[in-house]
């Protein structure tokens, strides 16, 4: 099973501010099997990114996914106030699917 | 729009077994491949089970893998997930979502349903 470990755990910054979350797996994923989602309190999670770097409809440009091999990395460029959730990478490389455990994003 | 809606959830006894159903509408559903997604309260995303749009493939999380079976009726566009022999670290969250193709290979997940919680306790 790959393993996904997100760093930080809890990132603390201020609206406008720029986020960078970080994903590292055990193992080399493809690039083409990797994808980020955002989930806030009492929701369902929403797809922001698939591929590694393309955006789901709908999903602002502030938001960008880049990486390869083991570490991958999703960017807010400008943390709007509804960003603040917490976000959970994927890969479905190989089965099973796994998740990272979470980085939460939270108001300073 | 693509909507996907969840239920069956409830409290099991240790032991007990369970069928989810997710009823989907807004798209061709014979035509994806579908997927069940975990969330024990507070705590992270566990992929359980996917089905491709006809059912000839299948996967498992190791967790789960001969106590659940995933199936779908594409003549009710539904998708199901029947659970055996419930443990307490099976209480969560269960959420069914949408695959990007036919096939189980692409597996980024959209949309989400909304979920239906599972309780396992005596």
């Known amino acids: 099973e790959i393993v996904l470990t997100q760093s930080p755990g809890t990132l603390s910054l201020s609206p406008g501010e720029r986020a960078t979350l970080s994903c590292r797996a055990s193992?080399?994923?493809?690039?083409?099997?990797f994808a980020w989602y955002q989930q806030k309190p009492g929701q369902a999670p929403r797809l922001l990114i698939y591929g590694t770097s393309n955006r789901a409809t709908g999903i602002p440009d502030r938001f960008s996914g880049s990486g390869s091999g083991t570490d991958f990395t999703l960017t807010i460029s400008r943390l709007a106030p509804e960003d603040f959730a917490v976000y959970y990478c994927q890969q479905y490389d190989r089965s099973p699917r796994t998740f990272g455990q979470g980085t939460k994003v939270e108001i300073k | 729009e693509v909507k996907l809606v969840e239920s069956g959830g409830g409290l099991v006894q240790p032991g007990g077994s369970r069928r989810l159903s997710c009823a989907a509408s807004g798209f061709n559903f014979d035509d994806y491949a579908m997927h069940w997604v975990r969330q024990a309260p507070g705590k992270g995303l566990e992929w359980v089970a996917g089905?491709?749009?006809?059912?000839?493939?299948?996967g498992y999380a190791d967790s789960v893998n001969g106590r659940f079976t995933v199936s779908r009726d594409n003549a009710k566009n539904s998708v199901y997930l029947q659970m055996h022999s419930l443990r307490t670290e099976d209480t969560a969250v269960y959420y069914c979502a949408k695959g990007p193709e036919e096939q189980l290979v692409l597996a980024w997940l959209d949309p989400w349903g909304p979920g239906t919680l599972v309780t396992v306790s005596s």
């Open positions: 089905i491709s749009w006809n059912g000839g493939g299948l």
């Open positions: 193992q080399s994923v493809g690039s083409s099997y």
